[in-house]
């Protein structure tokens, strides 16, 4: 089970190389909630990072972001999280 420690740290971060930060990010049971707030013109993103990793036929073991319920293409492993900017840069991937 996936736990971040300090993970309120990501709220006000700029994303890189976007106009979007992060808003907020709380912890629930099952994941993550991150929301993204572009600052140009006030739209809004909800994802979730699963708490619980998955393997790959890549040989890793990743965690899955969702947007509505749903996978998306991106995927984190826990040695890239442990850098916020590289965590930042990951959900810059996802917009």
């Keep these: 089970m996936l736990t971040i420690q300090n993970y309120y740290r990501l709220c006000q ?3 890189p190389l976007t106009n979007w930060q992060v808003e907020f990010c709380g912890e629930r049971d099952d994941c993550y909630e991150i929301s993204l707030i572009n600052k140009q013109n006030g739209n ?3 994802f979730e990072l699963s708490r619980k990793s998955e393997y790959l036929q890549a ?3 990743v965690y899955f972001f969702s947007e509505n319920g749903k996978k998306t ?3 984190i492993t ?3 999280m442990k850098d916020i900017n590289s965590f930042l840069s990951t959900l810059g991937t996802l917009l």
Aim: charged share 25%; aromatic share 14%.
């Design 13 to 15: 971060k700029k994303i």
């Design 44 to 46: 809004g993103r909800l």
């Design 59 to 61: 040989g890793m073991w």
């Design 78 to 80: 826990s040695d890239y």
């Design 73 to 75: 293409h991106s995927v």
